[in-house]
């Protein structure tokens, strides 16, 4: 109700308030070649009114009457200013340039220029992400935004990617960045449990304008609790006022290939090292060639598991957009289909969405945006993410054993194995692929109403609302035609319901004003509350008299039922004030009070601020007559931002429900207090430099940085002899420093005679250290080994260090402590090994033009980091279990003298009590490996048709264009994906068959009417 | 006007800062003063506890399989990883008990908290008693099968190393509670602790009537009776067993029940049984963490990896009229002298079944073995042949070292694939023996594997924690 009785508060107190005088101003942007530019800034001068071309290059602007002049931008062209006279059509023809300080960044809750901004900010247009087959526009910044590691958690079609802004500066507290979406903060729960799903997925990339990313505490301290993650501020595109309708249509179609995939061994070597396994264990030759054949019998079956269950798949994307306007009203509408298929056998993800963006101006004075957006996403046969599970494709198409085959002579399912064996849980994995139904439906709608009041010029008052709705619905059917689900439970259908609400709304007034001229303020006065509802149920029926059956009704036992809620609540006021004199000195200061329910009572509100200064040393007259030097500024920064991002009632003590017993439920204490549970922290300083040089041939940025994350929240071992289900207990554990220095540079290296070429990129290196634990400790334990060290990154791997197989007798050795081989190490031998959190990563782009010709590549690259290939524990165990193993195996220890890396075969991989893999303790660096790698991520040839040749046909805009992803990547990972497995071991744990990236190639062409 | 508007924003911001809007509460989640404020709040913590005893780790899987793996009983039939190691002893591949401290801190926290309670009526007063009475049984039960793992039973020490684990009596409520930590107790501190808890149970509890699922007087009596074996008190288990064998409801089942006593809930013969219903069971618990997955093939999705070792079954060959001939069956596809054991058949569907913990036979076989090596050769005589006579065998006049072999022989049969193979031979100092195809020498009693890995987690949490030796 309350929500009901603030709209209408704010609708009443808008609607009765008088028009202001303005007037309209239109006209085209163009180039000097008479090209219409789409997406140009005009902008109020003095004011933050402004607009963008659309389609057609045309804009409309209502400009207050004491305006008189307009200012026009466009990346890569010389900003222009016109004096506005009686006329109000006002066309700007640009001048060529590489100039990005004129445009409009969208910062917190506002606009500034480029060239005021004294935070550090990265801007990425929607031309750079158009038109990528990625599911999600978080994959399509990677490496394009410097300090801002994205890399992907999984391969799978809308698979989730972890995105850290400057660092990892939190372990238990989340380390994500706030996404807001044109105002509305999205969440993160109500995902689909069926696979890995993307949170950002209810947006099509190609809906968006541009995509800003918030670094440093002066830009996002205006978020204060949620800011020392970062910030990424997405805007979708807009009509322009005025505009004749323009309809564009895209069209991609394309494969997706698997990559890189392990090469496993055929029957007779699998029949030859299971055999010396079972032997070296003492078991006999017959026993083992009756499982498994004669090594040297050449007519053993033989089938193919990884041909079968991986697979080159489809995608194909169908966008469409209509935009324009009346004098009043422009729109923006688009409807998107995209089908993405896995390279793994079934998997598949559709999503259709749609949205409509509205600019009205109700009154002179008073105007109306709407965003709304709805996108039904629908994952098909999505096996799990990974890991050692049986009913999962991506290790049993490695380990399923070769001599069994998948189908019999009449092409019915075998049982699998046919050797009778037990293995995989007797899964038939393509079977279980093809049969099990693993559905993901998910609905999401993001919308946000603002109103924007101008009273007095100058003034302006903004309401805002915004809501994150999804609705998920997963149903697992596990038939009975699987014999392990006919047994156990005679067929499984599983439904599960997730609802996630998630809505926040905001108000600020903005008065902006000047004193003689030279001194401009600006400043913003504002509130915000935000409230998270979600919600899962889940019911799971048994009994299927069918394969067939589908829904739970079919089910004639009603098996369990679930249901779990949990609800969070933050609210803030803020202000900032920006200050700049004569364009040339720039100060800036932002104070936010902010409050989560998430906190003990006592600890609930923290106070957030930051400040800045910028120096244009470009408009010093003591620069002016250094032709060379276009631009030129410095900023220095300096701010403390927080973290809630802890679980919902993490500061309270709570007994809830554990077991039954004798039909009565049992209670015990799942979790202790902590009383004094307190924010994170970040501290954060920045220096900075912005330039353009050389007529603007070459500019960018550089950044350098110091973070400091205080008051650490870690989720700590507590003895288990204490006692408590949840042996863990959150607590500020101490202090992280991250500290890097970004580089983002552009230079323009030939453009004469219609040919153009480009060079860009980010870079970026990082330094993580845990500099400080609470209470005098030097480190902090996890299941025994250490987990935070003083002085240590806060990601590292404990192993063993490997020494290889013995040549005498083929058992394998590892380093102890003081530095000698040994087969049985003690806990006391495991050592510190670099981990999976990169030195250094970022991204080159390089683009050659020749007239409608386009030839682009953009390369990724991430490196210095470590990671242990879990999945190396089944397939390179030396035949120790029934798994497949890789081909290298075979070059196992036969003979005294042998000089191998593969241990002497046996069962189970025991040697006198001696596990040969893990040794009983976390692994040894066997299977540790360097996960750097570069990545030719994007490459695309287009060619857009002359305008004169298109005319007859009424099309405006004709390019076709081929791309391809991740199509060549240079790594010495010893695994399949280096991207993922890092993802997965840097921020969540080893895991192992990770869903890999696939290779995509695809054609397409635009066209706009 | 614009006063107006300046006055509704105010107003807005107002609405919005009363601090009353972040005040939630989680709705699956009881404070500890909610739990405490009645006795039905104990009862249920108690159940929480009765709950824990078949955990998979604990007597719901591990504790039934393990000691007969590490030690002679079991061969493999199949392999799924599980068990692979503990079969050739593996440094580090043994019993894990550590997460039983759960269970004693839900029991510790009904010890400290539930004479707080005032105001009860009559009824709630006879509860009180019952639950404090079932919690002391309880304590005493986790407690004995830490000791079993953890340390060397009293007089039986290696190189006189007589630590267990940590004694914990009070509840942990608060983080500083946690991080209070204990050093490890001697042996014979933890026994006075088990038998003053049995002894307070005995003295709490009324009668059978709740019985097996609950326990009553005669069970703490058999389990008493157990721990005085452990301590190599014979007399005294004897007398506790005897005890227990006379207050007890339950009854020996005979050669026409006792194949179809295994498919009865509860069986007829237990003194404590672990009642496990479907919803303790996520969906895949049944095919990795039941019993009979991993030694039965009654649903072609268990994993069906254990049968019995012929050195296990030559000894109950020795008298071919044994009805526990019956449980044992000869299958096609598994190794030439095994047979699969079908004590454990998840007769409740799912892989589901309750477990005995403590049954009739069991409480016999103690009160024989009490009165053998206390040198009563003619109770041992009447108890044994109690039994022998119940599974189809002749009664026994042996004496002297032939009965008391006589009465191993029949406890490892008799109790075969019910948690206590490794445990026997433990307490009475002997040699473990490993099957001829394990391929592994026996374990010396002296080797430093017979016991338990304390958890590097714990030693790395608790300074005053000490390894055991060799590891």
Request: one cysteine or more; glycine letters at 8%; a negative charge.
């Amino acid at each position: 109700m309350r929500e009901l009785a603030l709209l209408g508060i704010l609708c009443l107190c808008f609607n009765i308030l008088p028009a202001h005088a303005q007037r309209m101003i239109s006209g085209t942007i163009s180039d000097e070649q008479g090209e219409l530019l789409i997406g140009a800034t005009v902008l109020a001068k003095g004011t933050s009114i402004g607009t963008t071309t659309d389609i057609n290059g045309q804009y409309i602007l209502n400009v207050p009457i004491e305006v008189n002049i307009l200012q026009f931008s466009y990346l890569g062209f010389l900003p222009l200013a016109i004096e506005l006279g009686a006329e109000n059509v006002v066309d700007a023809v640009l001048k060529s340039s590489a100039l990005v300080f004129d445009e409009v960044i969208v910062t917190g809750y506002s606009t500034e220029l480029k060239r005021e901004i004294t935070a550090s900010i990265t801007s990425i247009k929607n031309r750079e992400i158009e038109g990528l087959s990625v599911q999600s526009f978080d994959r399509a910044i990677q490496g394009k935004a410097s300090g801002v590691q994205i890399s992907s958690e999984s391969g799978a079609p809308g698979g989730a990617a972890t995105i850290r802004i400057r660092g990892v500066g939190s372990i238990s507290a989340g380390s994500e960045p706030l996404i807001i979406i044109d105002g509305v903060q999205v969440g993160r729960q109500g995902q689909s449990g069926q696979g890995s799903a993307n949170p950002l997925n209810g947006i099509n990339p190609n809906d968006i304008a541009s995509i800003e990313i918030l670094k440093d505490a002066s830009s996002t301290s205006i978020y204060g609790a949620q800011g020392a993650n970062g910030i990424i501020l997405v805007t979708t595109k807009t009509g322009t006022k005025g505009d004749k309708a323009t309809f564009n249509v895209a069209y991609q179609e394309g494969i997706v290939q698997p990559m890189n995939l392990y090469k496993v061994m055929n029957s007779q070597q699998y029949a030859d090292i299971r055999q010396a396994a079972f032997v070296n264990s003492g078991q006999s030759i017959e026993a083992a060639q009756k499982l498994y054949g004669d090594p040297n019998d050449a007519s053993l079956p033989y089938y193919d598991w990884k041909e079968a269950i991986w697979r080159d798949a489809t995608l194909r994307t169908l966008d469409f957009s209509f935009s324009g306007g009346s004098d009043k009203v422009d729109y923006y509408t688009s409807f998107s289909y995209n089908l993405q298929e896995g390279q793994i056998l079934t998997n598949e993800w559709e999503r259709t969405t749609g949205r409509f963006n509205l600019n009205a101006d109700l009154l002179d004075n008073f105007s109306l945006n709407l965003r709304t957006s709805l996108a039904f996403i629908e994952q098909e046969g999505q096996p799990c993410d990974g890991g050692f599970w049986v009913n999962c494709p991506f290790a049993p198409s490695f380990w399923s054993i070769p001599s069994s085959p998948a189908f019999d002579e009449n092409g019915d399912y075998n049982a699998y194995p046919t050797n009778g064996e037990g293995h995989n849980f007797n899964f038939n994995e393509i079977q279980n692929a093809q049969e099990v139904t693993r559905l993901g439906q998910t609905l999401q709608n993001i919308s946000a109403l603002t109103l924007n009041y101008q009273p007095i010029p100058n003034l302006t008052a903004r309401a805002s609302m915004g809501i994150d709705y999804i609705n998920n619905k997963d149903k697992q059917v596990r038939p009975i035609s699987i014999p392990f689900f006919r047994d156990a439970w005679g067929g499984q259908i599983l439904n599960e319901d997730r609802i996630s609400v998630n809505w926040n709304t905001f108000g600020t007034l903005q008065y902006n004003f000047d004193i003689k001229e030279a001194n401009r303020f600006s400043t913003l006065l504002g509130f915000e509350y935000k409230q998270e509802d979600w919600t899962n149920f889940s019911a799971t029926g048994r009994g299927l008299a069918d394969p067939s059956f589908q829904n739970l009704n079919s089910a004639s036992t009603p098996f369990a039922i679930a249901g779990t809620s949990s609800t969070n609540r933050r609210q803030g006021v803020f202000s900032s004030v920006k200050y700049s004199f004569n364009e040339k000195y720039f100060a800036n200061a932002t104070v936010r009070y902010d409050g989560s329910s998430r906190f003990g009572r006592d600890n609930r509100w923290g106070l957030f601020y930051a400040g800045s200064l910028g120096w244009r040393l470009s408009a010093e007259p003591f620069l002016q007559n250094t032709t060379w030097i276009e631009e030129l500024k410095i900023r220095l920064s300096y701010g403390i931002t927080g973290n809630s991002e802890i679980a919902d009632f993490a500061s309270l003590p709570q007994f809830g429900t554990r077991g039954q017993y004798l039909g009565a439920p049992g209670l015990a204490p799942t979790k202790l207090a902590n009383n004094q549970l307190g924010w994170e922290e970040a501290e954060q300083f920045d220096i900075g430099i912005d330039f353009s040089f050389f007529e603007n041939r070459l500019y960018g940025s550089i950044d350098l940085w110091n973070k400091n994350n205080r008051n650490l929240l870690l989720a700590t071992q507590i003895p288990a002899a204490a006692g408590i289900e949840d042996a863990t207990f959150v607590e500020n554990v101490g202090q992280v420093n991250n500290k890097g220095i970004d580089f983002e540079l552009s230079t323009i290296l030939y453009n004469r005679g219609g040919f153009n070429w480009r060079i860009g990129g980010t870079l970026s290196f990082q330094k993580n250290e845990v500099v400080e634990l609470n209470g005098g400790r030097d480190t902090i334990f996890s299941d025994g080994f250490p987990q935070l060290i003083v002085g240590q990154p806060i990601h590292f791997f404990n192993l063993l260090p490997f020494a290889g197989v013995n040549p005498a007798n083929g058992r394998a050795t590892v380093y102890d402590r003081n530095g000698f081989p040994t087969y049985a190490p003690s806990a006391e031998d495991v050592q510190v090994f670099k981990g999976a959190i990169p030195d250094f990563f970022g991204g080159i782009r390089t683009e050659f033009s020749y007239k409608g010709l386009s030839l682009g590549a953009f390369f990724q690259f991430q490196g210095g980091h470590y990671v242990y290939n879990n999945d190396l524990e089944a397939l390179a165990e030396a035949g120790g279990s029934p798994n497949n193993q890789l081909v290298s195996q075979a070059n196992y220890w036969r003979n005294p003298g042998d000089l191998t890396n593969v241990h002497r075969p046996s069962q189970g991989n025991v040697v006198s009590g001696i596990d040969q893999i893990t040794f009983g303790l976390p692994g040894t660096t066997r299977f540790y490996s360097d996960a750097s790698y570069i990545r030719l991520k994007e490459i695309k040839l287009g060619y857009t048709f002359p305008k004169t040749s298109l005319s007859f046909m009424n099309v405006s805009n004709l390019t076709v264009f081929a791309q391809g992803l991740n199509m060549i990547t240079w790594t010495r990972f010893d695994g399949i994906d280096p991207e993922v497995v890092a993802t997965r071991h840097a921020y969540s744990e080893r895991f192992p068959f990770a869903f890999p990236l696939g290779r995509q190639f695809s054609f397409g062409l635009n066209m706009s009417f | 006007m614009n006063s107006y508007n300046k006055l509704y924003f105010l107003l807005l911001l107002g609405l919005f800062s009363c601090t009353k809007a972040l005040d939630v509460a989680d709705p699956e989640s009881l404070s500890p003063e909610q739990v405490f404020a009645e006795v039905g709040g104990f009862e249920s913590i108690l159940f929480s506890a009765y709950n824990r005893v078949h955990n998979f780790e604990w007597m719901g899987q591990n504790g039934i399989i393990a000691p007969d793996v590490l030690a002679d009983n079991l061969d493999f039939n199949n392999r799924t990883f599980n068990y692979e190691s503990e079969y050739v002893n593996a440094v580090r591949a043994h019993m894990g008990r550590w997460e039983l401290y759960v269970g004693i801190n839900d029991l510790n926290l009904i010890f400290s908290k539930i004479d707080d309670l005032t105001d009860v009526t009559a009824a709630e007063e006879d509860l009180r008693q019952q639950i404090k009475g079932e919690a002391f049984f309880l304590r005493a039960l986790y407690y004995h099968d830490l000791a079993k793992v953890y340390g060397y039973e009293p007089g039986k020490e290696v190189n006189d190393f007589n630590l267990t684990v940590p004694i914990r009596t009070t509840p942990t409520e608060e983080v500083s509670d946690a991080l209070v930590t204990n050093p490890r107790a001697t042996n014979t501190e933890l026994y006075e602790l088990i038998e003053s808890d049995l002894n307070q149970a005995i003295n709490l509890l009324s009668d059978n009537v709740i019985a097996p699922l609950r326990v009553g007087k005669a069970t703490v009596h058999a389990l008493m009776a157990r721990v005085q074996l452990y301590k190599s008190n014979f007399a005294e288990a004897a007398r506790q067993a005897d005890q227990a064998l006379t207050q007890t409801t339950a009854e020996l089942t005979t050669v026409e029940n006792f194949e179809a006593s295994w498919e009865m809930t509860p069986h007829p013969e237990s003194l404590f049984e672990a009642e496990i219903r479907a919803t303790d069971w996520s969906t895949v618990d049944g095919a990795n963490r039941s019993i009979c997955t991993m030694t039965n093939n009654t649903s072609s999705s268990s994993q069906y990896i254990l049968v019995g070792s012929p050195e296990l079954l030559a000894v109950l060959d020795r008298e071919p009229n044994d009805i526990r001939h019956s449980i044992w069956t000869v299958e096609e596809d598994i190794p030439n002298g095994t047979r699969k054991c079908n004590k454990w058949r998840g007769e409740q569907g799912d892989f589901r079944e309750n477990i005995p913990i403590i049954r009739y036979a069991e409480v016999l076989l103690i009160a024989a073995e009490g009165y053998v090596r206390s040198g009563d050769d003619t109770n041992a005589q009447t108890r044994i042949n109690e039994l022998r006579m119940a599974r189809g065998l002749v009664p026994t006049a042996l004496t002297g070292t032939a009965l008391i072999d006589l009465i191993m022989q029949e406890r490892r049969i008799e109790l075969a694939l019910e948690g206590h193979r490794w445990f026997d031979l433990k307490r009475l100092g002997k040699d473990i023996p490993k099957t001829n195809a394990s391929n592994v020498p026996n374990l010396s009693y002296t080797d430093f594997r017979i016991l338990s890995d304390i958890p590097q987690s714990e030693l790395s949490l608790n300074e005053l924690l000490t390894q055991n030796p060799g590891y």
